[in-house]
């Protein structure tokens, strides 16, 4: 085993080589070095940056986080654990005062933030000096506050404003209710008995409790637009993870589709393809063809149609079933009922696309991308009762939902959170 002092030689020397490629490739294109400054870039690489380079920045931030680590070592673990709830706090005060839309681009003083507030000025300090030490706002003199790249995007952001209050007041409280939750409820899959059950003290399923609250839906669906965007769940892995080209003219029904978003990127990109969005009435009356409505070619190739996956399929023989980002909310039992409803609706030729998370075997990716996935995992289970899946996990799924699922196919594209699976009907 090596030593501490070589793994921190090793490390080091990696680091400084991925990050000459990455400063590298940015040079080539002419694309802003990442910053902290408020002028700095949202995104450290452009989506059409190598593969390569791709890499060497997701190695560079696992290997940063390794350095970290080890110079820290094992007494300090509690110490610089601690500040992590702390950020959650500040942030969810800096949200609910609107600090961050309260600052101009040119930057306050904090007497004047403090009186557009409605807050004391010496709390306004001692949060915002917190929330510096995260790069959220810098203090460029005494006495005054300005952005930073990341407050500013806070500031600019509605989507990411909202996951912002969303993660805050009602993630965290939720995580923090997960050993109440398991101490009263131990082995159960009901989605009324949850760790978000305990935090906010009702009995309903999630979003039976969500659509109650206007505001909170609002904020719910800001922080999903937001997330969809970010590069582990972006469309593209959807569009480029399976070779959708081949199929020619084809039709695909896209189940529990909302308002068509995944629908729109795919038949942009392929026009051959012709798709029908099923989702819940409420959410058809809502949402339906919003991502398709000002485009005409678009909107005569995607059909929207009121359907509950836990129904059986009423569209029969189409080329594609696609349920992306669907089952992760389900618990086995769930699950298992809605692939079983698609089953007797598939052709000779259909397939059944899932695309959701495999969770990876333990440290067999960077932990900076791991933890990423378990805290989906987590998150699944706090809410719903659920989990995120192995492979031997998923297997156990469609073998009970039909012993002739095959899977064909199995690729988590670079970059993504979520993998492809594809399935096919023996006989």
């Not at 290997?63 to 969810?92: C, D, K, M, R, T």
């Not at 952005?147 to 409280?173: E, G, I, Q, Y």
């Not at 079983?340 to 991308?369: C, F, H, Q, W, Y």
């Amino acid at each position: 085993m090596p030593t501490t002092h070589s793994s921190l030689d090793n490390l080091s020397n990696s680091l400084a080589s991925n990050v000459s490629i990455l400063t590298t490739y940015l040079d080539s294109v002419s694309y802003p070095a990442p910053s902290f400054d408020q002028s700095g870039p949202d995104v450290t690489l452009p989506k059409q940056a190598p593969q390569h380079v791709k890499i060497a920045r997701q190695q560079l931030m696992d290997q940063a986080l390794q350095i970290f680590q080890l110079a820290a070592g094992p007494s300090e673990f509690l110490a610089n654990l601690q500040p992590g709830y702390h950020n959650i706090a500040v942030l969810q005060w800096l949200c609910h005062f609107n600090i961050f839309r309260l600052v101009p681009e040119g930057g306050i003083s904090y007497s004047e933030l403090a009186q557009a507030a409605g807050v004391s000025e010496d709390k306004l300090k001692g949060v915002a000096r917190m929330a510096m030490t995260t790069r959220l706002f810098c203090e460029p003199s005494p006495g005054h506050i300005m952005h930073t790249s990341t407050s500013k995007l806070l500031a600019t952001n509605p989507n990411h404003h909202d996951w912002a209050v969303f993660m805050c007041d009602l993630s965290a409280p939720t995580a923090a209710s997960m050993v109440d939750a398991h101490q009263a409820w131990p082995n159960s899959d009901k989605k009324n008995q949850t760790a978000y059950n305990v935090a906010f003290q009702h009995d309903q399923p999630y979003f039976d409790h969500l659509k109650q609250q206007p505001e909170r839906h609002k904020q719910f669906a800001g922080y999903m637009q937001a997330v969809t965007t970010s590069e582990g769940t972006d469309l593209v892995h959807l569009i480029n993870g399976f070779d959708w080209g081949s199929l020619g003219k084809a039709r695909i029904v896209d189940i529990g589709g909302s308002s068509g978003h995944a629908s729109a990127a795919l038949a942009e990109r392929y026009p051959q393809l012709h798709l029908t969005v099923q989702d819940l009435p409420e959410v058809i009356v809502s949402s339906g063809a919003k991502a398709i409505s000002t485009d005409a070619d678009l909107s005569s190739r995607i059909t929207f149609e009121p359907h509950s996956f836990f129904e059986e399929q009423t569209i029969h023989g189409a080329d594609i079933y696609l349920l992306r980002m669907i089952l992760h909310d389900w618990a086995f039992e769930d699950s298992v009922k809605i692939l079983s409803n698609i089953v007797p609706s598939l052709g000779a030729n259909s397939k059944i696309i899932i695309m959701d998370t495999v969770l990876p075997e333990p440290g067999s990716i960077p932990s900076s991308v791991e933890r990423l996935l378990r805290v989906r995992d987590l998150t699944m289970m706090q809410v719903f009762n659920s989990q995120e899946r192995a492979v031997e996990d998923w297997g156990k799924v469609f073998e009970k939902a039909d012993p002739r699922l095959r899977v064909l196919e199995l690729n988590r594209p670079f970059g993504s959170n979520l993998a492809l699976i594809v399935l096919g009907l023996d006989g």
